[in-house]
């Protein structure tokens, strides 16, 4: 199947996508600095007024009536509980809304659709600074990081998938001449027609800590493919996607089509309708993000319906050598702490060697002197509130803090080194905020204590292998038996770059070596890094590649003797 990424002339949006997505170069269609710099402060002062005139009314996505229900947000920076209400699910009614919608949406053309589906992507950016809000008010996000990670970023992932949905839909022809000869006399001829058919209803699971990013790919691509989509947003961070809920209906409505294709599924931790949802007999796909469990339980319950998944993992750092130790060491800090390492993409467990490491210059710090440097950078970060609010944002979820209570617990009985205590810091917006500097844990790898699943949150682990290679056989196993994302390695060595190259790859574990400076080491950029391999437990789907698509439609074929 021949891949076209020469222009389209449909949308300079789409055609810069598909040239990106050809070169696997650096691009985004969407700023990504909120800067007043950049957008004056009439943008930043509205968005900000439009995020507090939701707090404590309900949200309306159209005018009928419904019945309405609080959900459960609390905003990480305030304590405060958000008080927004929503339309209550009313699954069947939902359901057959969406599934009566399709009809004018899978008949309209597959440009029409694309151009629906870019509007909606720019109308969501217009809102950014009302999003950026919101997602700094339940999912914890620092401003710049909910701006551009779940603002920009996200949407660059949105249209990556619409610019692959727009490459499988438009791979094979829709109108051809066959002719065979059959026996004796006229040769057979038919001319055959095809059709592109949606899958249905797609259920799309959004998660708590980065509502958007895999929300958008997931909608844009069943969107495209003419599949209506409820939304599933997680009942503590709901209010991010009803915002992109709400205008991509509007959207539909102004482009003549039923804004009841895009349905919001707001339920609670009392009633979950996550099971409830993958099993429907109108789920027609599936795409989750969350847990490992729960992600483990919907692949195998979603039956033969496409599942799409990305859930959790270990992700590895093997500090061997570094030609700069300083600039090594400050990228791995920099990375745990970012967003207080509540990132599918973030580093867990670092493999230290009893001999240490050394850099280009001959410098060597022990493994001690390595755990130390680790904390001492951790320490400095978390010293300078500003910086640190920057950084680390806030909590997401009461539940990490007992997380990070639990293994505290655990180093204090003994069962690791406290190497450092988790604290909070002080968060220039006052006390309200919930806030978590990393807890870090050492232990030998012969001790059999390493963990064996993702540990959300601020909590790493420094490993003491007796070498590297033992390193590198544990972190790639665990990639390959427990899941993992990313991996890091730095080193000097060549050689030993080659074989953590082929290990991880058999592990299914996206490497980075040797990577410093300012961007942060777990940035996935779209357009270029594939992120997720679907090789590992990690999950099965890939952001964004053509199985990302082509489950999501199918051919319907018509063949005569004469043109129908």
């Not at 000869?181 to 800590?209: D, I, N």
């Not at 850099?359 to 978390?382: F, Q, T």
């Not at 979820?397 to 007992?402: C, E, G, H, I, R």
């Amino acid at each position: 199947m021949a891949m076209n990424f020469s222009p389209t002339g449909l949308d300079p949006l789409l055609d810069d996508a598909l040239k990106a997505i050809g070169t696997r170069s650096a691009f985004s269609g969407f700023k990504e600095s909120g800067s007043k710099r950049i957008h004056g402060e009439e943008k930043p002062a509205a968005g900000l007024a439009a995020f507090q005139a939701r707090l404590g009314e309900p949200f309306r996505l159209d005018d009928q009536p419904r019945d309405f229900k609080v959900a459960e947000e609390c905003s990480p920076f305030t304590g405060q509980p958000l008080n927004i209400a929503y339309p209550a699910p009313d699954l069947e009614g939902q359901f057959d809304a969406a599934e009566a919608a399709m009809t004018s949406w899978a008949n309209a053309s597959i440009e029409t659709r694309v151009r629906c589906c870019l509007e909606m992507l720019r109308r969501i950016d217009a809102h950014g600074f009302e999003m950026a809000h919101a997602i700094m008010h339940t999912a914890g996000q620092s401003f710049p990081m909910a701006y551009a990670g779940s603002g920009a970023n996200a949407l660059d992932r949105g249209l990556e998938a619409l610019a692959w949905s727009w490459l499988m839909m438009t791979a094979l022809p829709f109108d051809a001449q066959w002719e065979k000869q059959v026996g004796g006399g006229e040769p057979t001829q038919l001319h055959k027609q095809w059709r592109l058919m949606p899958k249905g209803s797609a259920v799309v699971f959004c998660c708590a800590s980065f509502p958007t990013w895999n929300g958008y790919p997931a909608i844009m691509a069943n969107l495209a493919c003419g599949n209506p989509v409820l939304i599933k947003p997680h009942p503590t961070a709901v209010l991010p996607m009803a915002i992109a809920a709400k205008v991509m209906r509007d959207t539909l409505s102004d482009a003549g089509f039923d804004p009841e294709l895009i349905q919001l599924v707001v339920d609670d931790s009392e009633t979950p309708l996550g099971k409830v949802l993958v099993e429907h007999p109108k789920t027609a796909i599936v795409d989750f993000t969350g847990s490992a469990l729960f992600g483990s339980w919907v692949e195998q319950h979603a039956g033969n319906r496409p599942c799409y998944t990305e859930t959790s993992g270990i992700n590895t750092v093997i500090l061997d050598g570094a030609a700069d130790l300083d600039a090594a060491l400050d990228a791995v800090v920099n990375t745990l702490c970012l967003f207080s390492s509540q990132m599918c993409t973030s580093p867990q467990t670092f493999y230290v060697t009893d001999q240490g490491m050394k850099d280009a210059s001959g410098r060597h710090l022990s493994v001690e002197e390595v755990e130390a440097a680790l904390v001492e950078r951790i320490n400095a970060l978390a010293s300078d509130g500003k910086r640190a609010a920057s950084v680390m944002g806030c909590i997401q979820s009461p539940t990490t803090q007992t997380l990070i209570d639990h293994w505290t617990q655990l180093a204090e009985a003994g069962q690791y080194r406290l190497l450092r205590k988790s604290e909070p810091y002080e968060h220039p917006d006052g006390d309200g905020a919930r806030t978590a500097t990393p807890l870090v844990l050492g232990l030998d790898l012969d001790s059999g204590q390493a963990p064996e699943e993702e540990i959300f949150g601020p909590i790493a682990f420094v490993v003491r292998a007796k070498d590297r290679d033992e390193a590198l056989v544990h972190a790639s196993k665990s990639a390959r038996e427990h899941g993992a994302i990313t991996a890091y390695v730095y080193t000097q060595d060549p050689q030993y770059q080659a074989q953590a190259i082929d290990a991880f790859a058999q592990a299914g574990a996206a490497l980075t070596c040797n990577l410093t400076g300012n961007m942060p080491l777990n940035f996935s950029a779209a357009y270029s890094d594939m992120h997720v391999s679907g090789l590992n437990p990690a999950g099965n789907a890939t952001l964004a590649d053509p199985a990302f698509i082509a489950g999501r439609f199918r051919y319907a074929q018509t063949r005569s003797p004469k043109p129908c």
